[in-house]
T-cell receptor, first 112, second 109 residues
Framework: KAGVTQTPRYLIKTRGQQVTLSCSPISGHRSVSWYQQTPGQGLQFLFEYFSETQRNKGNFPGRFSGRQFSNSRSEMNVSTLELGDSALYLCASSWADHNEQFFGPGTRLTVL | DAKTTQPNSMESNEEEPVHLPCNHS???????IHWYRQLPSQGPEYVIH???SNVNNRMASLAIAEDRKSSTLILHRATLRDAAVYYCILRKENNDMRFGAGTRLTVKP
């Protein structure tokens, strides 16, 4: 069974641009969560989607958005990039509530 | 928000047991206690989870206090490959899961 995949793995953008990151969950998993990891703030929860609906949202500005498709694949978008958005963005999927989450390798975003 | 408190770092000797504590005094009745670990340059990896009773799996054991205000992750024989940051997380009924700072475990040969 393939694991969680994230594309692209690395990305370099400049301030003011926007970026879209993609996550393909493990087959059969309906919940997809997104996290931002930085050395200073650690792992911070962005949002969680289940059956195309956003169920939970962390404390991030509206520049961070996401969506989930009918096949459970998910995308997150960051508009008007800032230097502080440089981070490792992790996606995780799970089969059902309270089950373990399986994390992808992450997308390393660098904003110059 | 229910939060967890863990020591910043711990050290262990190889092949000895390791007890990683976690305090979660504001836990609610429906919160599950999850543990994840993150090895260098990798995404977090599930370790174990429980609700009220102690749990065992091939990786570790989870001991949950009777009042559920604390828990302990037990690695029975630490190996060098167990060196990682260990996160204790309360997973809420709506699937909300928030990571804290975690405990950095160093395993000495």
């Amino acid at each position: 069974k393939a694991g969680v995949t994230q594309t692209p793995r690395y990305l370099i953008k400049t301030r003011g641009q926007q970026v879209t990151l993609s996550c393909s969950p493990i087959s059969g998993h309906r919940s997809v969560s997104w996290y931002q990891q930085t050395p200073g703030q650690g792992l911070q929860f962005l949002f969680e989607y289940f059956s195309e609906t956003q169920r939970n949202k962390g404390n991030f500005p509206g520049r961070f958005s996401g969506r989930q498709f009918s096949n459970s694949r998910s995308e997150m978008n960051v508009s008007t990039l800032e230097l502080g958005d440089s981070a490792l963005y992790l996606c995780a999927s799970s089969w059902a509530d309270h089950n373990e989450q399986f994390f992808g390798p992450g997308t390393r975003l660098t904003v110059l | 928000d229910a939060k967890t408190t863990q020591p910043n770092s711990m050290e262990s000797n190889e092949e000895e047991p390791v007890h990683l504590p976690c305090n979660h005094s504001t836990i609610s009745g429906t919160d599950y206690i999850h543990w994840y670990r993150q090895l260098p340059s990798q995404g977090p990896e599930y370790v174990i989870h429980g609700l009220t009773s102690n749990v065992n799996n091939r990786m570790a054991s989870l001991a949950i206090a009777e009042d559920r205000k604390s828990s302990t992750l037990i690695l029975h024989r630490a190996t060098l490959r167990d060196a990682a940051v260990y996160y204790c997380i309360l997973r809420k009924e709506n699937n909300d899961m928030r990571f804290g700072a975690g405990t950095r475990l160093t395993v000495k040969p």
